[in-house]
């Protein structure tokens, strides 16, 4: 997916030695498949030419997985997972099965399977922690000039700006420029929230169901447990590892979503502290999953009822190149068959103070996700959000105050962190309209805040409530 499609040159790949069942019941996972078969379209005639190519029959009690997949064998005890509602399958093949599968008539194509990751980490900022533990993450081009003059020259910078406003004057800055805090932060709420306006609604998407699929969750975070205490089906691991979110990532996107109304520590930050919340582990601790590990989840998601889907994750794209194919039609099978909005991080790959604007990763790239950009307490857009014609909308992204992992919180900078802004916020729309899927996603736009920003920086403006 992420890597050349197969039609012209195949890979023959040996089985890996296979867990016993009872540990593929636990895990929901089998050995490692080698490739992602794209379908025409959902069908069942994608099974019979499973069957007929690759000698496959559903293995006794388990022909359906947790997720929802379709779990069949081969006659040599390889696993194949059936996707059926997203139009894939993942499977390790031959040589000779790929050629008979692309000959079936009902495939589009055969991708190796790939691996996903966060986008680049940009900042880290731990609440309550001594000072030594902050991490500072910038992009090779930003870390290569002194800190101590970068930091001196925007303190000047910041001191101008500052008194020339309070004197009246009105300054005219790039957009792309960081600067100190516009938005101030209240006691009850963040500046997120603020500007967002959650201030001036009384829903809280109650009835809507959100999966966040990351790194997992703090199951044990006071202002998130409350979330899992009494719906243990409603978090998941597709990737080995325990759902427990040691990574940090996973918790704070999910506290965007939906942390408390009053938090065990500091400002309210969650946008809609009601909906029914999924915590699907796509990612292991260490940011990176495997597309077979996403499509489970995604499937896992879908088959639990979820209306939207926050995907805080991704590939980076070279300029030119199309959206990725798999999950563009993953994402139109998600979106029209199932009326699920898929709202995805755009990428942290720009770096606009030296020049440089990346485009749009993947799957955000795809028409058929809301792709979100990240902008500042000064409605700028953040230096380091991707751009181009496929953003959708914006939404706060830079010292964004959340939960994080071990019970603590954290401030973090990234489009990560401005996804799921745009996904509760989805979610309250979703309980005041009884609107899904595209409509949603259409009404969402409409009802953004035009930001003097081009459209390929910040879409169709600042996500509203």
């Not at 755009?346 to 770096?351: H, I, R, Y």
Request: hydrophobic content about 35%.
């Amino acid at each position: 997916m992420s890597n050349e499609p197969m039609r012209e040159e195949h890979r023959t790949s040996k089985v890996s030695t296979r867990p016993s069942r009872a540990s593929i019941a636990a895990l929901n996972v089998s050995a490692v498949p080698s490739h992602i078969v794209l379908f025409k379209k959902p069908s069942e005639d994608n099974e019979k030419a499973l069957n007929d190519v690759m000698r496959t029959s559903m293995p006794p009690g388990t022909a359906e997985l947790r997720s929802g997949a379709r779990l069949l064998e081969t006659e040599d005890g390889r696993d194949v997972r059936l996707y059926r509602p997203l139009g894939v399958a993942a499977a390790t093949l031959t040589d000779e099965e790929i050629e008979g599968l692309l000959g079936a008539g009902v495939v589009r194509n055969v991708y190796r399977n790939g691996t996903r990751h966060l986008p680049r980490p940009v900042q880290i900022q731990l609440i309550g922690h001594d000072q030594s533990m902050q991490s500072t993450l910038r992009s090779a081009a930003v870390r290569s000039v002194d800190r101590d003059l970068i930091a001196y020259m925007r303190g000047q910078r910041d001191s101008i700006d500052n008194f020339l406003r309070y004197a009246g004057e009105q300054i005219e800055i790039a957009p792309h420029v960081r600067q100190g805090p516009m938005v101030q932060q209240t006691g009850e709420r963040s500046w997120c929230l603020d500007m967002i306006g959650v201030t001036a609604t009384t829903e809280t998407g109650s009835g809507i169901v959100v999966a966040v699929l990351d790194t997992g969750m703090d199951l044990q975070h006071p202002d998130l447990a409350r979330h899992f205490n009494a719906h243990p089906d409603n978090f998941e691991t597709f990737v080995g590892q325990p759902v427990q979110d040691h990574n940090g990532h996973g918790t704070h996107c999910c506290g965007v979503v939906a942390g408390a109304v009053k938090p065990m520590r500091g400002p309210r930050y969650g946008v809609a502290p009601d909906v029914t919340l999924l915590a699907g582990k796509v990612l292991k601790n260490s940011g990176s999953g495997r597309d077979d590990q996403i499509i489970e989840g995604l499937m896992w998601a879908a088959t639990k009822g979820a209306h939207i889907i926050s995907l805080s994750l991704g590939s980076a794209r070279s300029t030119g190149d199309l959206p990725d194919e798999a999950y563009d039609e993953i994402g139109e099978n998600l979106l029209k068959q199932r009326n699920i909005l898929l709202v995805a991080a755009t990428g942290n790959e720009s770096d606009r103070e030296s020049g440089m604007i990346a485009p749009v990763g993947d799957p955000a790239a795809s028409p058929h996700y809301l792709a979100v950009a990240a902008i500042d307490r000064e409605r700028r857009i953040g230096w380091f959000s991707c751009a181009g014609p496929e953003v959708g909308i914006a939404a706060p992204g830079l010292d964004v105050y959340a939960a994080y992992k071990g019970g603590t919180y954290a401030k973090l900078d990234g489009t990560s962190m401005a996804t799921p802004h745009v996904a509760g916020a989805a979610a309250i729309w979703a309980q005041r309209t009884g609107k899904r899927g595209e409509e949603l996603r259409n009404l969402v736009k409409s009802k953004a805040l035009l930001l003097p920003l081009s459209a390929e920086d910040g879409g169709a403006g600042l996500v509203r409530v």
